[in-house]
C-alpha cells in the first residue's frame, strides 16, 4: 500500500451509496443504464480506451457545487469502435446531458473513438489526448488532488474498482523520468483510475471555448472548476 499512488484509506474516503456501480456492457448485453440520479447540472466525461485486451470505461461526472459526483460508469468489454462511439452518443443524448467538456485516451485503438467523437460533439467538447508519462503525470496528479480535498466520489463496496485504482504507482525510469504503471490482470489494466482522472481533467480544464446560444450568437464560457 505504501507504494501505491492512491491508498485504500484515502478510495474508501471518497465513497459514496449515491454513486452507481459500473455498468458491464458486454456483446452479450449492451444495456445502457439509466440516469435518474441526473440533475441537470454541468457534465464532465472521461473515457479510457480499450478493445479486446482491456476494458474501455467511460465515466460520466456531474458538477454538484465544487464536487464531481459520478452518474453513470461504463465497463465496455469486447465492443467494436464504432459501437463504442455510438453508446457513447446515445447515453450523453438520451438522458439530454448537458456535457462540457469529455476527455478521451488518444492512444492507439483510442484514435478512433476520439474521432468518431469529435465528429458527433465537435473539438470544443472533445479533448483528445494522447497518453505518454507527461499527460499520465498530469491526469494523475488531478485525480490525487481531488480525491484529497474530497471533490470526487466514488462507488462504495466495489473491491474490483478500489483495487483498480490502488493498482496504480509511480517509478522512475534509469534517467530520473517519472512514469506510472500498473500490472494487466483479467479484469484491466487499470482502466477504471484512467477514466476517473480523464474526468477530472475534464473538470479541470478552466476555459471550454466557444459555443452558439439558441440566438445563433457565439458565446465563449468559463465555469468554476476544481482550481
Not at 507504494?3 to 452507481?20: D, M
Not at 474490483?160 to 485504482?165: A, H
Not at 474526468?199 to 472548476?225: D, I, L, Q, W, Y
Request: proline share 6%; charged share 25%; glycine share 8%.
Amino acid at each position: 500500500d505504501a507504494t501505491a499512488w492512491l491508498p485504500y484509506s484515502l478510495i474508501a474516503s471518497c465513497e459514496s451509496e449515491a454513486v452507481p456501480q459500473p455498468t458491464q456492457i458486454s456483446p452479450e448485453s449492451r444495456v445502457l443504464p439509466s440516469m435518474k440520479n441526473y440533475d441537470g447540472g454541468a457534465v464532465y466525461v472521461g473515457v479510457d480506451v480499450g478493445r479486446t485486451r482491456d476494458l474501455t470505461v467511460v465515466t460520466i461526472c456531474e458538477m454538484v457545487g465544487d464536487v464531481l459526483w459520478p452518474r453513470a460508469i461504463l465497463a465496455m468489454d469486447n465492443i467494436p469502435i464504432p459501437d463504442q462511439v455510438d453508446m457513447i452518443e446515445r447515453i450523453i443524448k438520451v438522458n439530454r446531458l448537458q456535457m462540457v467538456r469529455a476527455c478521451v485516451d488518444y492512444t492507439g485503438v483510442g484514435i478512433g473513438v476520439g474521432d468518431g467523437l469529435v465528429k458527433v460533439f465537435g473539438p470544443l467538447m472533445i479533448e483528445n489526448i494522447p497518453q505518454n508519462n507527461s499527460s499520465q503525470e498530469i491526469e494523475a496528479m488531478g485525480l490525487l488532488t481531488a480525491m484529497q480535498d474530497k471533490q470526487i466520489r466514488l462507488p462504495a463496496e466495489n473491491q474490483k474498482f478500489r483495487d483498480s485504482l490502488h493498482s496504480v504507482r509511480k517509478e522512475f525510469s534509469a534517467t530520473g523520468k517519472p512514469r506510472f504503471v500498473a500490472p494487466k490482470t483479467e479484469d484491466g489494466h487499470a482502466d477504471d483510475f484512467w477514466s476517473f482522472a480523464l474526468a477530472v481533467h475534464a473538470a479541470k480544464t478552466e476555459t471550454v471555448g466557444v459555443f452558439r446560444g439558441r440566438a445563433g450568437r457565439p458565446r465563449t464560457f468559463t465555469r468554476a472548476g476544481l482550481y
